[in-house]
T-cell receptor, first 114, second 110 residues
Framework: EADIYQTPRYLVIGTGKKITLECSQT?????MYWYQQDPGMELHLIHY???????EKGDLSSESTVSRIRTEHFPLTLESARPSHTSQYLC?????????????FGSGTQLSVL | KNEVEQSPQNLTAQEGEFITINCSYS?????LHWLQQHPGGGIVSLFM???GKKKHGRLIATINIQEKHSSLHITASHPRDSAVYIC????????????FGTGTRLTIIP
Protein backbone atom coordinates (compact mmCIF):
# COMPACT_ATOMS: atom_id res chain seq x y z
CA GLU A 1 0.00 0.00 0.00
CA ALA A 2 1.34 3.41 -0.98
CA ASP A 3 2.51 5.67 1.81
CA ILE A 4 2.92 8.70 -0.40
CA TYR A 5 0.11 11.19 -0.56
CA GLN A 6 -0.75 14.00 -2.92
CA THR A 7 -3.31 16.74 -2.48
CA PRO A 8 -5.43 17.97 -4.02
CA ARG A 9 -6.48 15.14 -6.32
CA TYR A 10 -8.08 17.56 -8.77
CA LEU A 11 -7.65 21.33 -9.07
CA VAL A 12 -9.32 23.78 -11.43
CA ILE A 13 -7.95 27.28 -11.17
CA GLY A 14 -7.84 30.55 -13.09
CA THR A 15 -4.88 31.99 -14.95
CA GLY A 16 -2.45 33.96 -12.80
CA LYS A 17 -3.23 32.24 -9.51
CA LYS A 18 -0.49 30.91 -7.26
CA ILE A 19 -0.91 27.25 -6.40
CA THR A 20 0.91 24.68 -4.29
CA LEU A 21 0.63 20.97 -4.90
CA GLU A 22 1.33 18.95 -1.78
CA CYS A 23 3.26 15.70 -1.55
CA SER A 24 4.09 13.81 1.62
CA GLN A 25 5.58 10.40 2.33
CA THR A 26 5.82 8.56 5.62
CA UNK A 27 8.53 6.09 4.63
CA UNK A 28 11.54 8.27 5.46
CA UNK A 29 12.80 8.23 1.87
CA UNK A 30 15.51 10.74 1.00
CA UNK A 31 14.83 10.72 -2.75
CA MET A 32 11.69 12.44 -3.99
CA TYR A 33 10.55 13.48 -7.46
CA TRP A 34 7.92 15.52 -9.29
CA TYR A 35 6.84 14.36 -12.74
CA GLN A 36 4.51 15.91 -15.29
CA GLN A 37 2.42 13.71 -17.55
CA ASP A 38 0.14 14.76 -20.40
CA PRO A 39 -2.55 12.29 -21.59
CA GLY A 40 -1.04 9.36 -23.48
CA MET A 41 2.46 10.72 -23.09
CA GLU A 42 5.51 9.72 -21.08
CA LEU A 43 6.38 11.11 -17.68
CA HIS A 44 8.83 14.00 -17.61
CA LEU A 45 10.93 14.89 -14.57
CA ILE A 46 10.45 18.49 -13.46
CA HIS A 47 12.14 18.53 -10.03
CA TYR A 48 13.91 16.14 -7.72
CA UNK A 49 15.45 16.08 -4.27
CA UNK A 50 17.97 13.74 -2.70
CA UNK A 51 17.44 15.00 0.83
CA UNK A 52 16.57 17.92 3.05
CA UNK A 53 17.61 21.29 1.60
CA UNK A 54 18.60 19.59 -1.67
CA UNK A 55 16.55 20.33 -4.80
CA GLU A 56 17.36 20.19 -8.51
CA LYS A 57 15.55 20.97 -11.74
CA GLY A 58 14.73 18.06 -14.00
CA ASP A 59 14.71 17.69 -17.75
CA LEU A 60 11.47 19.52 -18.47
CA SER A 61 11.63 23.28 -18.42
CA SER A 62 9.24 24.35 -15.74
CA GLU A 63 8.08 27.57 -14.17
CA SER A 64 7.50 25.79 -10.89
CA THR A 65 9.61 25.69 -7.75
CA VAL A 66 9.98 23.12 -4.97
CA SER A 67 11.24 23.04 -1.41
CA ARG A 68 12.48 20.28 0.87
CA ILE A 69 12.53 21.56 4.42
CA ARG A 70 11.49 18.23 5.90
CA THR A 71 12.24 14.71 4.68
CA GLU A 72 8.59 13.79 4.42
CA HIS A 73 7.32 16.88 2.59
CA PHE A 74 8.08 18.01 -1.00
CA PRO A 75 5.61 20.66 -2.19
CA LEU A 76 5.52 22.05 -5.74
CA THR A 77 4.55 25.69 -6.29
CA LEU A 78 3.43 27.51 -9.41
CA GLU A 79 3.70 31.26 -8.81
CA SER A 80 1.41 32.19 -11.70
CA ALA A 81 -0.63 29.41 -13.28
CA ARG A 82 -1.15 29.40 -17.05
CA PRO A 83 -3.28 27.19 -19.33
CA SER A 84 -0.03 25.54 -20.55
CA HIS A 85 0.41 24.17 -17.02
CA THR A 86 -2.71 22.03 -17.43
CA SER A 87 -1.46 18.50 -16.89
CA GLN A 88 -1.19 15.67 -14.40
CA TYR A 89 1.50 16.07 -11.75
CA LEU A 90 2.85 12.94 -10.09
CA CYS A 91 5.00 12.84 -6.97
CA UNK A 92 7.26 9.88 -6.25
CA UNK A 93 9.83 8.70 -3.77
CA UNK A 94 12.41 5.96 -3.96
CA UNK A 95 14.64 3.86 -1.76
CA UNK A 96 17.54 1.59 -2.53
CA UNK A 97 20.57 1.57 -4.80
CA UNK A 98 20.82 2.00 -8.56
CA UNK A 99 20.56 -1.77 -9.05
CA UNK A 100 17.92 -2.41 -6.40
CA UNK A 101 15.62 0.59 -6.29
CA UNK A 102 11.95 0.63 -5.29
CA UNK A 103 9.70 3.42 -6.52
CA UNK A 104 6.53 4.69 -4.92
CA PHE A 105 4.08 7.04 -6.62
CA GLY A 106 1.32 9.23 -5.31
CA SER A 107 -2.12 9.20 -6.93
CA GLY A 108 -1.38 12.42 -8.81
CA THR A 109 -2.90 15.88 -9.05
CA GLN A 110 -4.87 16.66 -12.19
CA LEU A 111 -4.46 20.40 -12.72
CA SER A 112 -6.64 22.42 -15.07
CA VAL A 113 -5.85 26.10 -15.59
CA LEU A 114 -8.59 28.09 -17.26
CA LYS B 1 14.25 9.79 -30.40
CA ASN B 2 13.34 8.48 -26.97
CA GLU B 3 16.04 6.48 -25.24
CA VAL B 4 13.36 3.98 -24.16
CA GLU B 5 11.03 2.51 -26.79
CA GLN B 6 8.06 0.28 -26.03
CA SER B 7 6.00 -2.00 -28.24
CA PRO B 8 3.24 -2.43 -28.93
CA GLN B 9 1.60 0.90 -28.11
CA ASN B 10 -1.78 -0.77 -27.73
CA LEU B 11 -2.63 -4.40 -27.10
CA THR B 12 -6.04 -6.03 -26.83
CA ALA B 13 -6.34 -9.68 -25.87
CA GLN B 14 -8.86 -12.20 -24.59
CA GLU B 15 -8.91 -13.22 -20.97
CA GLY B 16 -6.49 -16.07 -20.36
CA GLU B 17 -4.05 -15.17 -23.12
CA PHE B 18 -0.30 -14.91 -22.55
CA ILE B 19 0.80 -11.28 -22.87
CA THR B 20 4.21 -9.91 -23.86
CA ILE B 21 5.18 -6.25 -23.76
CA ASN B 22 8.59 -5.23 -25.06
CA CYS B 23 11.00 -2.48 -24.14
CA SER B 24 14.20 -1.53 -25.96
CA TYR B 25 16.63 0.98 -24.61
CA SER B 26 19.76 2.82 -25.62
CA UNK B 27 23.33 2.86 -24.36
CA UNK B 28 23.69 4.53 -21.01
CA UNK B 29 20.82 2.81 -19.26
CA UNK B 30 21.91 0.43 -16.55
CA UNK B 31 18.60 -0.93 -15.26
CA LEU B 32 14.87 -0.80 -15.90
CA HIS B 33 11.70 -0.35 -13.94
CA TRP B 34 8.40 -1.82 -15.07
CA LEU B 35 5.43 0.20 -13.85
CA GLN B 36 1.65 -0.24 -14.04
CA GLN B 37 -0.64 2.77 -14.40
CA HIS B 38 -4.38 2.37 -13.97
CA PRO B 39 -7.02 4.82 -15.26
CA GLY B 40 -7.02 7.79 -12.91
CA GLY B 41 -3.25 8.02 -12.88
CA GLY B 42 -1.99 5.95 -9.96
CA ILE B 43 1.30 4.18 -10.73
CA VAL B 44 2.50 1.00 -9.10
CA SER B 45 6.04 -0.29 -9.35
CA LEU B 46 6.11 -3.90 -10.57
CA PHE B 47 9.79 -4.75 -11.00
CA MET B 48 13.24 -3.31 -11.12
CA UNK B 49 15.72 -5.27 -13.22
CA UNK B 50 19.42 -4.91 -13.87
CA UNK B 51 19.96 -8.49 -15.04
CA GLY B 52 18.21 -11.82 -15.51
CA LYS B 53 14.60 -12.45 -14.66
CA LYS B 54 12.10 -11.70 -11.90
CA LYS B 55 8.70 -13.23 -11.18
CA HIS B 56 5.82 -12.07 -9.04
CA GLY B 57 2.58 -13.99 -9.25
CA ARG B 58 1.47 -14.04 -12.89
CA LEU B 59 3.99 -11.39 -13.90
CA ILE B 60 7.46 -12.17 -15.25
CA ALA B 61 10.06 -9.62 -16.31
CA THR B 62 13.26 -10.38 -18.17
CA ILE B 63 16.15 -8.26 -19.30
CA ASN B 64 18.93 -8.93 -21.83
CA ILE B 65 21.77 -6.51 -21.18
CA GLN B 66 23.66 -7.34 -24.39
CA GLU B 67 20.63 -6.76 -26.60
CA LYS B 68 19.38 -3.80 -24.48
CA HIS B 69 15.93 -5.33 -24.35
CA SER B 70 13.44 -6.17 -21.65
CA SER B 71 10.10 -7.94 -21.73
CA LEU B 72 7.15 -8.03 -19.37
CA HIS B 73 5.00 -11.16 -19.56
CA ILE B 74 1.58 -11.75 -18.04
CA THR B 75 0.35 -15.32 -17.80
CA ALA B 76 -3.38 -16.21 -17.65
CA SER B 77 -4.34 -12.58 -18.27
CA HIS B 78 -7.40 -11.17 -16.52
CA PRO B 79 -9.52 -8.06 -17.15
CA ARG B 80 -8.07 -6.51 -13.98
CA ASP B 81 -4.67 -6.55 -15.72
CA SER B 82 -6.01 -3.85 -18.07
CA ALA B 83 -3.77 -0.84 -17.56
CA VAL B 84 -0.90 1.07 -19.12
CA TYR B 85 2.45 -0.64 -18.61
CA ILE B 86 5.48 1.62 -18.62
CA CYS B 87 9.16 0.80 -18.72
CA UNK B 88 11.61 3.34 -17.37
CA UNK B 89 15.36 3.21 -17.75
CA UNK B 90 17.85 4.35 -15.14
CA UNK B 91 20.66 6.36 -16.70
CA UNK B 92 24.20 5.69 -15.53
CA UNK B 93 25.34 9.21 -16.29
CA UNK B 94 24.96 11.93 -13.72
CA UNK B 95 22.41 11.26 -11.04
CA UNK B 96 20.64 8.05 -12.14
CA UNK B 97 17.51 9.77 -13.42
CA UNK B 98 14.70 7.81 -15.06
CA UNK B 99 13.81 7.97 -18.75
CA PHE B 100 10.28 6.77 -19.41
CA GLY B 101 8.74 4.97 -22.36
CA THR B 102 5.36 6.14 -23.60
CA GLY B 103 3.66 3.04 -22.28
CA THR B 104 1.69 0.09 -23.65
CA ARG B 105 -2.06 0.26 -23.17
CA LEU B 106 -3.28 -3.27 -22.42
CA THR B 107 -6.97 -4.19 -22.59
CA ILE B 108 -8.07 -7.67 -21.56
CA ILE B 109 -11.53 -8.61 -22.79
CA PRO B 110 -13.58 -11.05 -20.66
Amino acid sequence: EADIYQTPRYLVIGTGKKITLECSQTMGHDKMYWYQQDPGMELHLIHYSYGVNSTEKGDLSSESTVSRIRTEHFPLTLESARPSHTSQYLCASSVGSATNEKLFFGSGTQLSVL
Amino acid sequence: KNEVEQSPQNLTAQEGEFITINCSYSVGISALHWLQQHPGGGIVSLFMLSSGKKKHGRLIATINIQEKHSSLHITASHPRDSAVYICAGITIFGNEKLTFGTGTRLTIIP
